[in-house]
């Protein structure tokens, strides 16, 4: 498959991903995607992305505590 953004070649992927859904954040593991070498571009199979939102549809997830590092106060402007 070809990246749809620049192109180039994706490759086959295995790995945890973070998916927002509903405003909440959502790890997911062991999840086969593909991804862009160049652009970093990442595309799930829909029957990929099928599952994970009928599982968290579902509720079929466990919570568990995990402390995330937050970096405030950018002060930096986009150009
Ligand atoms: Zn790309």
Redesign the pocket.
């Known amino acids: 498959m070809k ?1 749809s ?2 192109k ?1 070649k994706m490759i086959q992927r295995q790995d945890v991903i973070e998916l927002k859904i509903n405003g909440k954040l959502f790890l997911v593991e062991n999840v086969p995607y593909e991804e ?1 070498l ?2 970093g ?1 990442r595309v799930l199979a829909p029957n990929v992305s099928q599952e994970i939102f009928s599982k968290v549809t579902r509720k079929e997830y466990r919570e568990k505590q995990m402390f995330v590092p937050v970096v405030e106060n950018i002060k930096a402007r986009a150009v």
Do not use: G
């Open positions: 990246c953004v620049c180039d862009c160049s652009c571009e």
